[in-house]
């Protein structure tokens, strides 16, 4: 996979949320399906909005005193690492690290940086469960009115070219791998769902609230946070920033309704602009992460 994990020792390294640091190679079977984050600290192909990259890294440090919450409410979790290097390189190893904590009874969970992240654990995903329902928090629905063959995308990568955080969710659309692709949230003029018509290959749920979600009961589910269905005032350091947004409580009510009622098999955070001005930001997307995964026997 890619550049290796930042701290293969798993030693003096406090981890996401305060989670602590396992190295992915000492990853022992999970007794409960907790959550196994992972970092990808680069831009994988960011279209939109400025350069997120550092964002994990970011999230990971100031996250980190949140430790004794995370301990005492999610006593499980851990954190296998951050990666980082080339695109395509990180693109390979965020696929193989979410393989590896299937294999393992966790639940992966990555933080990235621009919204492309989502593609390849969800895609992972996808393979290992059928009937999979992609579910994604955004202000915004990545259907690019254009998959744009003009720019190298993460091609090679086992996604097609042209592929950018602003239009990915078209690329899955098109693939069938998921038996529906839900939004949450969308509200950008610029993406209005008009656009699309009838054609629109995505379910809209415009209120963040769980009122919306009954037809999701039962299922499995990928989540996808893009940071930016938050309002910016709560979020100010995203790239696309969107007025009319959600609260975190709004947020965190859908994500543990999600928990509650669906099978949770894997998710991601993305869309965080590392701005030291505005380090909540860490802790209220790692708060959001940890409220989709509640730790349940696995058997
Ligand atoms: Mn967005």
Same mark, same amino acid.
Request: glycine content about 10%; hydrophobic content about 45%.
């Given at each position: 996979?890619?550049?290796?994990?930042?701290?293969?020792?798993?030693?003096?390294?406090?981890?996401?949320?305060?989670?602590?640091?396992?190295?992915?190679?000492?990853?022992?079977?999970?007794?409960?399906?907790?959550?196994?984050?992972?970092?990808?600290?680069?831009?994988?192909?960011?279209?939109?909005?400025?350069?997120?990259?550092?964002?994990?890294?970011?999230?990971?440090?100031? $996250?980190?005193?949140?430790?004794?919450?995370?301990?005492?409410?999610?006593?499980?979790?851990?954190?296998?690492?951050?990666?980082?290097?080339?695109?395509?390189?990180?693109?390979?190893?965020?696929?193989?690290?979410?393989?590896?904590?299937?294999?393992?009874?966790?639940?992966?969970?990555?933080?990235?940086?621009?919204?492309?992240?989502?593609?390849?654990?969800?895609?992972?995903?996808?393979?290992?469960?059928?009937?999979?329902?992609?579910?994604?928090?955004?202000?915004?629905?990545?259907?690019?009115?254009?998959?744009?063959?003009?720019?190298?995308?993460?091609?090679?990568?086992?996604?097609?070219?042209?592929?950018?955080?602003?239009?990915?969710?078209?690329?899955?659309?098109?693939?069938?791998?998921?038996?529906?692709?839900?939004?949450?949230?969308?509200?950008?003029?610029?993406?209005?769902?008009?656009?699309?018509?009838?054609?629109?290959?995505?379910?809209?749920?415009?209120?963040?609230?769980?009122?919306?979600?009954?037809?999701?009961?039962?299922?499995?589910?990928?989540?996808?946070?893009?940071?930016?269905?938050?309002?910016?005032?709560?979020?100010?350091?995203?790239? $696309?920033?969107?007025?009319?947004?959600?609260?975190?409580?709004?947020?965190?009510?859908?994500?543990?309704?999600?928990?509650?009622?669906?099978?949770?098999?894997?998710?991601?955070? $993305?869309?965080?602009?590392?701005?030291?001005?505005?380090?909540?930001?860490?802790?209220?997307?790692?708060?959001?992460?940890?409220?989709?995964?509640?730790?349940?026997?696995?058997?």
């Amino acid at each position: 996979m890619g550049e290796a994990l930042d701290d293969p020792g798993g030693a003096g390294l406090v981890g996401f949320g305060g989670a602590p640091v396992v190295a992915l190679d000492a990853l022992a079977p999970a007794k409960s399906a907790a959550a196994c984050f992972f970092g990808v600290d680069i831009d994988l192909s960011k279209r939109f909005g400025d350069s997120s990259d550092g964002a994990a890294a970011f999230v990971r440090r100031w $996250s980190a005193r949140m430790g004794p919450w995370t301990r005492g409410h999610r006593p499980s979790a851990v954190d296998v690492g951050v990666l980082t290097g080339e695109a395509a390189d990180v693109i390979r190893g965020a696929s193989e690290v979410t393989a590896r904590a299937f294999a393992a009874g966790y639940v992966p969970v990555a933080v990235g940086c621009d919204h492309t992240v989502s593609y390849p654990v969800a895609m992972t995903a996808a393979r290992r469960h059928q009937d999979l329902t992609y579910v994604y928090l955004d202000a915004h629905l990545d259907l690019g009115l254009h998959l744009d063959h003009d720019r190298d995308g993460p091609a090679g990568a086992g996604a097609p070219a042209g592929v950018h955080n602003g239009n990915f969710v078209a690329a899955m659309a098109a693939g069938g791998a998921f038996r529906e692709i839900v939004n949450v949230g969308a509200r950008a003029w610029t993406t209005y769902d008009d656009v699309y018509g009838a054609g629109c290959p995505v379910t809209i749920v415009r209120e963040v609230d769980p009122a919306g979600l009954s037809a999701l009961r039962g299922r499995k589910v990928h989540v996808s946070l893009d940071i930016d269905v938050l309002d910016p005032v709560h979020v100010p350091n995203t790239g $696309s920033r969107e007025p009319f947004g959600a609260t975190p409580e709004q947020v965190v009510n859908v994500l543990s309704w999600l928990a509650d009622h669906c099978t949770v098999v894997s998710a991601d955070v $993305s869309e965080v602009l590392p701005d030291p001005a505005h380090r909540t930001t860490a802790e209220i997307a790692m708060r959001c992460a940890h409220e989709l995964v509640k730790e349940r026997k696995t058997r």
